[in-house]
C-alpha cells in the first residue's frame, strides 16, 4: 500500500490538487482505497500499485499548484533517524556567507557558496578558499552573526521535537561550523551535531579550518555510522538538505527531501517542499497535526 501525501500552505491549491489525482489515478485502472486529513493543509490518500507510475501520475496532476507531495510505501513510514542539513534547510541563512558579511566580502563568498551548493564546484576546495577569506575576522563576529543572521526556519524546531518525542534520533551534521551547529542544534532540539571547526588564534580567525573536513562523504558516512549505532540500516531514516553536498545522505536514506533546494538536489531527491514549512516532513511520515510537538 502507498501513501499520496498532499501538503500546502494554500487550502484551495491541496483540494485541487487532491481532486486532480483523483482524477488521475483510473488511467492507471487505480482509485484511492481510503482519504485522511492529517492536518490544516495535509492529506493523505491510500492506493494499492506500482509506485514509480504513481509518482509520475501524482507530480503531472499537481503540475504547477503551490502544493509538495511525496509517494511511498506505508510500511517503515515513520523514520528512526532524522538526519538534517543546518545552512538553508534547518536555519534560513548560509552562516558563511553571513560571517563574509562582517569581513566585508559577502558578495564573493556568496558566488562561491552558490557554486558549490549547485555542484560545479568541489566542496571540500570551495570551503577552504572561502574560510581563507575570513583572515583576521575577529571571533567575536560569530556571536554577533547568530544573535543577528540566524534563525530556525518555519516548523524546524516542531519537526525534531516531534520525531525527537516519538523516539526518534535526531543528528544535524552541517557543512559548516560547530559554533553555529552547537546552537542550532540546543535551539532545535536535536541530540546530536557534527560540522567543521573554524581555527582561530589570539582572537582572530586564522582563514583554516581543521580536518578532516565533514562535506558530502562525511555527511553519507554520518547517516551510516548512527543508523549503525541504532541496530537500523538507511532505509529507518528522513534526510533533508538543500545543497549537493548533501545528495548522498538524501538518495540514501529511506525518504529523502529535498527542502528549498537546488535543482540538482530537487531532481534526485524522493520528495521536495518548495511551499510548506518543515512540518511538511511529519505530514510525510504519516503524523498528524494533534501529534505534533511544539
Known sequence: MLAITLVSPDPAALAEAAAAVR????????????????GEGALDLLVDGPPVEI??????????????????????????????????????????DELADFAGVKDKVSEIT?????????????????VGMLTG??????????????KLNPGAR????????????????????TFFTSRVAEAAGFHLNRANTLIEADGKLTGTVGDPILGKEAKLA?????T??????????????DGANDLAMIEAS?????????????????????????????????????EFVS
Open 23 to 38: 482524477a488521475a489515478l483510473p488511467r492507471l485502472d487505480l482509485a484511492v482505497s481510503s482519504e485522511a486529513v492529517l
Open 55 to 96: 509518482h509520475q501520475a501524482v507530480k503531472a496532476a499537481v503540475g504547477e499548484r503551490p502544493v509538495d507531495f511525496a509517494v511511498q510505501p506505508t510500511a517503515n513510514r515513520r523514520k528512526r533517524l532524522l538526519i538534517a542539513d543546518m545552512d538553508s534547510t534547518i536555519i534560513n541563512v548560509e552562516c558563511l
Open 114 to 130: 552558490e557554486r558549490a551548493m549547485r555542484g560545479e564546484l568541489a566542496f571540500e576546495g570551495a570551503l577552504r578558499e572561502r
Open 137 to 150: 575576522l575577529s571571533v567575536d563576529a560569530l556571536q554577533a552573526c547568530y544573535d543577528d543572521r540566524v
Open 158 to 177: 516542531t519537526l525534531v521535537r516531534t520525531m525527537a518525542e516519538n523516539g526518534a534520533r535526531c543528528a544535524l551534521v552541517s557543512g559548516g561550523f
Open 222 to 226: 554520518a547517516l551510516q555510522e548512527e
Open 228 to 241: 549503525a549505532a541504532l541496530g537500523l540500516t538507511p532505509a529507518d531514516a528522513l534526510a533533508v538538505g
Open 254 to 290: 529511506g525518504l529523502g527531501v529535498a527542502y528549498r533546494a537546488k535543482p540538482i538536489v530537487a531532481a534526485q531527491a524522493h520528495a521536495k517542499v518548495d511551499h510548506a514549512d518543515l512540518t511538511a516532513l511529519l505530514y510525510f511520515q504519516g503524523y498528524t497535526q494533534a
